[in-house]
């Protein structure tokens, strides 16, 4: 692309150019932003940030103090070219991709400082910008290009946003701004709140800004799920007896390659894969492997503020200091229903076995589309049938804070612009789950046909609303059965030290060159985590979870045995494994227990599940559930609850009755860098050519903290008697002793060199350009993948045990019994010797070497600017993968406290993908037509991308790879605007196409692990299927309009996904061999309803 940008540039220039006067420069230095008033004004300002920017971006500009376009920062730059809003798998919106581009690949910054993560685990991609208000923000830069005073790590694109100043207020200004909204799913008002006070002292040389937020969103997700995470449907027996396949083997070629279920006894069982079992697995039925319902409430409370100062020192000098903290109280509430996963397999007699459904119903592609679950102890039954409706309190508290100060120094042409800042952020997490349940004689499960999605029925025996349905049962013992309450917590630390100095000389008289830009940088970061974990810190001590995983009982005195009478309250339960210790039993009377359910089980909060969308069919409408804060509290009252806090995660009791402090997972990251850049300008056939090119140096050391234990492990020989031949046998087994935990200290340094290159021609004077820009891109991956988030167990092998054991087994073949009887255990023996008794270490371990995403980035764009009102541009841009995302792979040789061992670990993925695409957008003010419709104006833009090369994703069963993730080959934005200085509206439509999300196996899928894929290594005895999954795209409709009644008051109202989109994840037909296309087949949707804003804004 690079060759043919040029020919393209210069040849553009040479076409248009004639005797145009000269562009005058245009530095990124010299922008200057105004007080921006109305909708016009806003616009006018983007339009100017983006035709004198250095390299390609687009702009978003507030219309007003305060008013920011959009209440969240992600929906407003969602209105740019190239970026697709995104929806997390549990329902949470807010996350976005540029360019295809995901948040591991984009920057965010806040007036230079690096936004930190609150709401993920891996200490860096911000995946979405909920924590910080936009009521704070001046103006939003969505950069796609790259200059080397830029920091790295922007791949798709790095967001800037810049808030207010001190010295941008002419005259004093306060301003109120009240509302509240309400979400289509609960009936509730929540408010939001903005305070913005500002004014100059001094002669106006000290400008004081104060900036306060608070804003309180409810939003309500509705989900409904036909999977089990990403396991989608799945083979469980053949019901329909057609004599098609449902599906061919893609990892056994002689299963395979058999056409008749017939065929499949000729087999073979006794290998290392089964081929009988993946033949006959061939002709199974496709099932949904979970069918549930979740509705999640979010309670989202946060609170921002800027404080900042900015005094001019005198003309050459302005110094300035802000503090800005974003606190966020975000409890979600998840409503949970469930019943029980369908089994079953054929065994190598081709007999169905192990299956718990009846009546089922199959379709022409072989999926299932109805069948019921009968409670009992015969075969195909369930001896447990439950009607299991969960509640999961989710609360987490994240802080932000953002402190900096700074200098800016011009004299002559010499300018100088100091900078430090600190950036820190924490969360703190705590989950708590409560689990009540309803016996069930028999369900039928059934696809509503208009989605794909499944409901339940229950039988009309059984009130599913009655609170008493949910009463425990009583058992001989004289215990009930019982309900599950957990507890888990988890803290994340993150902070980042910044110190930078740009220097900036400007030339009157030095040939092409106009500036020259140097400067220097010194980041430094650190994350640290916090998990339950237990394990054993000592020999012969063992630090207990901080987790709670309890049981709720009634016991009743009459019918208890006298062996074990009732005790009542909260006792251990009993247990051998030293972790758990803290695990409790709460036993109640049945009239205390009763009474709970009583006044705590109540109908599902909010609307009809599921109310609005148009192709819900006979979906269940809502089902009783557990308020939780009414359980925990009436419980409390009976049961010692006290180890439901976060206190065990930072420091815990262990089993010598000691406390010790619990060990953290670190990684500390340092970033020296410095650049030069200059800014030039020529002529080229009488063309105004203006541009930048530079390099940028980064030096990275990594110091990673991984916490290991380390066991010896041994091969104990054993003797015993053969109870069929009374002859003695001879064995091994084996035995791991503790030698010690520690944190391990990996330190490692990576060098960059960074270049890029920025042109821009004017053919026509401040008009027409045409940009070109090259740049080496490096994102930094995760401080999770440096380090890992688990403790990890490392066990080193003797050398003699091994030479013993490997000669035992050459004369005792299949000694080891897997206890699988589809394997052969001579096969098990193999892989024996080649994953457990080596030098090994269970869990994933870090890799501090780990350089990151590589890619060179390129635009080539025409801009036209015909006025100040409007512009238009088409930009082809290429983003070429010279090194992919982290990998998971396992590694022999990884050396560790002098042993070398093989681990799971991570390593840069592969390059050879390569990005591209089409942006072409435009936007202006009608203000040549007549009448009101002068006061209007509109904007569109419209991305087409698509990749090249192989990405590490691949589908055995369609020989296919999959495309990159996040990627839509399609997006486009079309907004339109009204401002007479009194009405002001904007509607805004976004339509995003479909994007690949993952392709994950679950254990229920059976698809080969290990070392080979092909199966030869692998201990999955046989194997099934997994498809792909997609997420359907979004077609999102927004408005807005506000009424000022005088210069002081308007009011306002808002409307948020006012088309009631979906979200769906499903498997294409590209993937999954169907005759009828008119059934989807999905594994879930997620439905969040439409958003209602009203308010007030007052000005003084």
């Known amino acids: 692309m690079f060759s043919a940008s040029l020919l393209a540039l210069s040849t553009a220039s040479a076409a248009l150019a004639q005797n145009a006067p000269a562009q005058p420069a245009a530095k990124a230095d010299d922008v200057q932003e105004v007080i921006v008033v109305g909708a016009r004004r806003a616009e006018q300002s983007a339009i100017n940030r983006k035709k004198k920017a250095a390299t390609t971006q687009d702009s978003i500009v507030a219309d007003d103090v305060g008013n920011f376009p959009d209440k969240n920062i992600g929906d407003a730059i969602a209105r740019i070219a190239g970026v697709a809003l995104d929806v997390s798998d549990s329902g949470e919106p807010g996350g976005f991709a540029i360019r295809g581009q995901s948040a591991d690949l984009i920057r965010v910054e806040v007036d230079g400082m690096s936004m930190l993560a609150t709401n993920s685990q891996d200490g860096r991609s911000v995946t979405g910008l909920a924590d910080m208000s936009s009521d704070l923000i001046k103006s939003v830069d969505v950069v796609k290009g790259q200059t080397a005073d830029m920091t790295p790590g922007g791949v798709g694109g790095t967001v800037r946003i810049e808030q207010r100043s001190g010295l941008d207020f002419a005259k004093p200004l306060y301003k109120f701004n009240l509302q509240y909204q309400q979400t289509s799913l609960d009936g509730g008002w929540s408010p939001r709140a903005n305070i913005v006070a500002t004014r100059k002292f001094l002669g106006g040389r000290l400008g004081l800004l104060f900036n306060l937020t608070y804003d309180q969103q409810v939003n309500v997700s509705d989900i409904a799920r036909v999977s089990n995470s990403s396991a989608g449907y799945i083979p469980l027996g053949d019901y329909d007896n057609s004599p098609e396949k449902s599906f061919t083997q893609a990892f056994d070629p002689i299963a395979a390659a058999v056409t008749t279920k017939s065929g499949c006894a000729a087999l073979s069982t006794v290998q290392g894969i089964n081929s009988r079992l993946n033949c006959y697995a061939q002709w199974e039925d496709f099932f949904p492997s979970l069918p549930r319902f979740s509705r999640e409430y979010r309670d989202d409370r946060t609170t921002s503020l800027q404080l900042r100062a900015d005094y001019r020192v005198n003309d050459n000098l302005t110094v300035f200091f802000a503090y800005n903290p974003n606190i966020r109280d975000f409890k979600n509430t998840a409503y949970n229903l469930q019943i029980a996963s369908p089994t079953g397999t054929t065994n190598t007699s081709g007999v169905l076995t192990s299956a718990n459904v009846n009546n089922v119903k199959v379709n022409e592609n072989h999926f299932v589309t109805q069948y019921d679950m009968i409670r009992g102890t015969a075969a195909g039954n369930v001896s447990s049938l439950v009607w299991d ?151 012969g001590v063992t630090l207990y979870h901080a987790r709670s995983l309890d049981v709720v009982r009634w016991c009743n005195p009459a019918t208890a045995p006298a062996s074990a009478p009732c005790v009542f309250g909260t006792t251990p339960i009993p247990t051998t494994t030293l972790t758990n210790v803290p695990y409790k039993n709460h036993t109640l009377t049945q009239a205390q227990y009763n009474s709970i359910i009583d006044s705590a089980v109540v109908r599902l909060p909010g609307a009809t599940y599921f109310n609005g969308v148009a192709d819900r069919g006979n979906l269940l409408e809502s089902w009783m559930v557990p308020n939780f804060d009414t359980f925990y509290n009436l419980l409390s009252q009976y049961a010692d609850l006290s180890g439901h806090n976060s206190d065990c995660l930072f420091r815990c009791l262990a089993s010598d009755g000691k406390v010790y402090e619990r060990p953290t997972y670190s990684t500390e990251e340092g970033t020296t860098s410095a650049y030069l850049m200059t800014d030039f300008e020529t002529r080229l056939f009488g063309v105004e050519v203006l541009g930048n090119v530079g390099v940028r140096y980064q030096k990275v050391s990594v110091q990673a903290a991984p916490s290991i234990v380390f066991y010896d492990r041994d091969a104990v020989a054993i003797t015993g008697t053969n109870t069929t031949t009374g002859l003695p046998t001879k064995g091994y087994q084996l035995a791991d002793t503790f030698v010690s935990r520690r944190v391990g200290n990996v330190d490692r340094t990576s060098e960059d060199f960074l270049p890029s290159l920025n042109l821009a021609a004017w053919p026509i004077e401040d008009q027409l350009a045409v940009r070109f820009s090259i740049a080496k891109q490096r994102a930094r991956p995760t401080m999770t993948n440096l380090t890992g988030t688990s403790a990890s167990s490392c066990y080193k092998v003797d050398p003699t045990d091994r030479e013993a054991l490997e000669a035992f087994l050459a004369q005792n073949p299949g ?77 022999s040789g990884y050396e560790l406290e002098g042993n070398t061992y093989t681990v799971a670990t991570y390593k840069d993925g592969e390059g050879g993908l390569k990005f591209s695409g089409l942006e072409i957008a435009g936007r202006t003010a009608f203000s040549f037509l007549p009448g009101l419709l002068r006061y209007t104006g509109g904007g569109f833009n419209y991305t087409s991308s698509e990749a090249s090369g192989a990405t590490s994703d691949y589908d055995y069963f369609s020989g296919k790879y999959m495309p990159p993730k996040s990627q839509s080959k399609t997006v486009y934005n079309i907004n339109l605007w009204y401002d007479d200085g009194r009405l002001n509206a904007r509607v805004a439509y976004q339509w995003r196409d479909d994007y690949y999300s993952q392709i994950s196996a679950q254990s229920v899928n059976r698809i080969p692990t290990g070392y080979g894929i092909d199966g030869t290594t692998t201990t999955t005895a046989y194997f099934k299927t997994v498809h792909p999954v997609f997420k359907t795209g979004a077609q999102l409709l927004d408005a807005r309009a506000s009424y000022k009644l005088n210069p002081k008051l308007q009011f306002f109202i808002e409307g948020k996904n006012l088309l009631n989109d979906t979200i769906t994840r499903y498997a294409p037909e590209d993937y999954i061999d169907l005759s009828d296309s008119d059934t989807p087949y999905v594994y879930d949707q997620v439905f969040n309803g439409r958003r209602i804003y009203v308010g007030i804004i007052t000005t003084f």
Request: glycine content about 6%; aromatic content about 14%; overall charge negative.
């Open 389 to 539: 409706s969960q509640v999961r309190n989710l609360h987490r508290i994240t802080e932000q804070h953002y402190v900096q100060a700074g200098a800016d120094w011009k004299w002559n042409n010499w300018i100088a612009k100091g900078r430090i800042q600190y950036a820190a952020s924490k969360a703190d997490r705590q989950d708590d789950t409560i689990k009540i349940f309803a016996q069930l004689p028999s369900v039928t499960f059934k696809m509503v046909p208009e989605s794909g999605l499944w409901t339940y029925e229950a039988p009309a025996s059984v009130n599913i609303f009655s609170p008493s349905s949910y009463y425990p049962v009583a058992a001989s013992n004289g215990l009930s059965a019982t309900s599950a309450m957990e507890y888990t917590p988890f803290y994340d630390e993150n902070s980042e030290w910044n110190y930078q100095l740009d220097v900036t000389r400007n030339f009157d008289n030095f040939g092409p060159i106009k500036t020259v830009k140097f400067g220097i940088q010194q980041r430094e970061r650190h994350n640290q985590t916090w998990r339950y974990d237990g394990f054993q810190i000592k020999p």
């Open 815 to 891: 000694a080891f019994d897997d206890g699988d009887s589809t394997t052969d255990d001579g096969s098990s023996d193999d892989n024996f010797l080649a994953n457990q008794f080596i030098n090994r270490c269970t869990g994933r371990i870090g890799n501090p070497e780990l350089k990151g995403y590589e890619a060179i980035t390129q635009n080539l764009s025409v801009e036209w600017y015909p006025n100040k009102d409007s512009q238009f541009s088409v930009t082809a841009y290429s983003i070429d993968v010279k090194t992919g995302r982290p990998e998971e792979v396992t590694l």
